[in-house]
């Protein structure tokens, strides 16, 4: 009778902890304002779901292979050869195809003190390293991350606008850490909220990922334009590096639906537009009335904002109230900021009542 073993993973594997989602529980009876994920509190463009449904038709069969009508919509708005074009069922997707296809054991990627978490989930997954670079009061620091990279350094990842701070690095920086790096680092940035930025000389990274065969820039349908439930993101990559991730790319991972919405989401500038015109309001009103408390959010670019508290009790208590409000934001202790919440931009009524709720707690502290 042959011996009963159970099959074994990768060594590595079993050590990582899963990736954890937001908690999204929320205590009384009052309706609950989700402001932990960064999600877009209005709905897409109404041309967007027309799109979306009369996709449905269409459902009993396989979407399109390589997105190629999705490729080409976004060519069109952004003004980019379509071959150079991945998308996929999130940027996550992508973040971790990009590890899959350049990073292993005995590797190693650079990440910011407080860079988007995933980043580090990625690499770690595909047995790599991860060298931390410290920042400064919460903003990414270009000579830090390069004094991080070492003879085992393969890719350095950069969220720009940041999850969680918010900050945001200048063109002139972006091109500073490309010239800096090695050649066959791969440096990733990940543009998930450069929609939201309001700067007029803000570079996304287009620019670089076009000039250098050696930068990716990657983006997301999930945050302005409002499609997170139907997970979809692209990247825009130097061909060589377009080719390898095509190898490894699932076929079909988009779906019809999400397809045909992001298609008609990317040529919609005008609903973009007022969207990122909208959360610039409401974030900068609800951060100055933060600050008239005694609060000191950071600055933010994006679509949240991230409030220290002067202690990391002090930030519990600050949420705990807040639930029992029906308001669930974001504690950021996986980033090693305990002592600050992340809240996430919702509409302007939702902002009002968590300033209120916020009056209310500071009142009985």
Request: one cysteine or more; hydrophobic letters at 45%; charged letters at 20%.
């Amino acid at each position: 009778m042959p011996s009963m073993t159970a099959p074994v993973p990768r060594g590595h594997l079993s050590s990582l902890a899963p990736y954890a989602l937001a908690d999204l529980t929320a205590g009384g009876s009052r309706r609950t304002i989700q402001l932990a994920q960064n999600e877009n509190a209005s709905p897409p463009s109404t041309a967007a779901l027309e799109a979306a449904r009369a996709a449905l038709a269409h459902a009993n069969r396989y979407p399109d292979g390589d997105a190629t009508p999705l490729r080409h919509a976004i060519a069109a708005a952004e003004r980019l050869p379509a071959e150079r074009i991945i998308c996929a069922a999130g940027s996550m997707e992508l973040l971790s195809m990009l590890a899959q296809a350049y990073l292993g054991p005995g590797d190693e990627a650079v990440v910011s003190q407080y860079g988007y978490l995933f980043f580090r989930t990625v690499a770690e997954l595909a047995g790599a390293a991860v060298a931390l670079a410290p920042e400064r009061d919460c903003v990414t620091d270009v000579d830090a991350m390069l004094r991080r990279v070492g003879p085992r350094t393969r890719m350095l990842f950069l969220a720009n606008p940041n999850n969680p701070t918010g900050s945001l690095l200048s063109g002139d920086e972006l091109r500073a850490l490309r010239a800096a790096l090695r050649d066959d680092v791969l440096l990733v940035i990940d543009g998930a909220y450069a929609e939201y930025v309001t700067l007029p000389d803000f570079d996304p990274g287009i620019g670089l990922a076009s000039a250098t065969p050696n930068t990716v820039m990657l983006r997301t349908f999930s945050k302005i334009h409002g499609l997170a439930g139907l997970r979809v993101g692209w990247g825009y990559f130097p061909q060589a590096i377009a080719d390898i991730v095509n190898r490894i790319r699932l076929p079909n991972a988009v779906a019809v639906t999400a397809i045909a919405a992001a298609a008609v989401a990317i040529a919609d500038r005008g609903h973009a537009e007022t969207m990122r015109r909208t959360n610039a309001e409401i974030r900068d009103r609800f951060a100055q009335a933060l600050r008239r408390m005694g609060l000191a959010p950071y600055p933010s670019h994006a679509n949240f904002v991230l409030v220290p508290f002067s202690s990391m009790a002090d930030a519990a208590a600050a949420r705990e109230f807040l639930k029992t409000q029906g308001i669930v934001v974001r504690p950021m202790g996986a980033y090693g900021l305990g002592h600050c919440l992340r809240i996430t931009i919702g509409t302007s009524d939702e902002m009002s009542v968590v300033l209120g709720a916020f009056e209310t707690w500071m009142s009985r502290r």
